[in-house]
């Protein structure tokens, strides 16, 4: 069974930068894709960002590209999302998800087979 947790959410300003983590146990989970998914209060989850599973090749919903960029680091058998020049509309919990077998950079929820709690990101104005 795979373990996630995510950590780093905090409340930050507008403009400001923010980096969340999402550590892995149970297995190794370099052979999956990775993604963070991020749901704000009265919303659905949406996507946010997926990367392969060597890191080589990423994909981001379009209101964050730019500004947001996901990583992962294999040795750590962890995976990163650094945001920057954040707004308030990305006032969300975040989650991180593991990516089903075969998918390289899934984009939709049901393709993601384990998912952590979440982390509380809150941006003021």
């Known amino acids: 069974q795979v373990q996630l947790a995510e950590s780093g959410g905090r409340l930050v300003q507008a403009g400001g930068s923010l980096r969340v983590s999402c550590a892995a146990s149970?297995?190794?989970?370099?052979?999956?894709?990775m993604g963070w998914f991020r749901q704000a209060p009265g919303k659905e989850r949406e996507f946010v960002a997926a990367v392969t599973q060597t890191g080589g090749s990423t994909t981001y919903t379009d209101a964050v590209k730019g500004r947001f960029t996901i990583s992962r680091d294999n040795a750590k058998n962890t995976v990163y999302l650094q945001m920057n020049s954040l707004k308030p509309e990305d006032t969300a919990v975040y989650y991180c998800?593991?990516?089903?077998?075969?998918?390289?950079?899934?984009?939709?929820?049901?393709?993601?087979?384990?998912w952590g709690q979440g982390t509380q990101v809150t941006v003021s104005s």
């Open positions: 998800a593991v990516g089903r077998f075969g998918y390289s950079l899934p984009t939709q929820a049901r393709l993601y087979a384990y």
């Open positions: 149970g297995r190794t989970l370099s052979s999956n894709a």
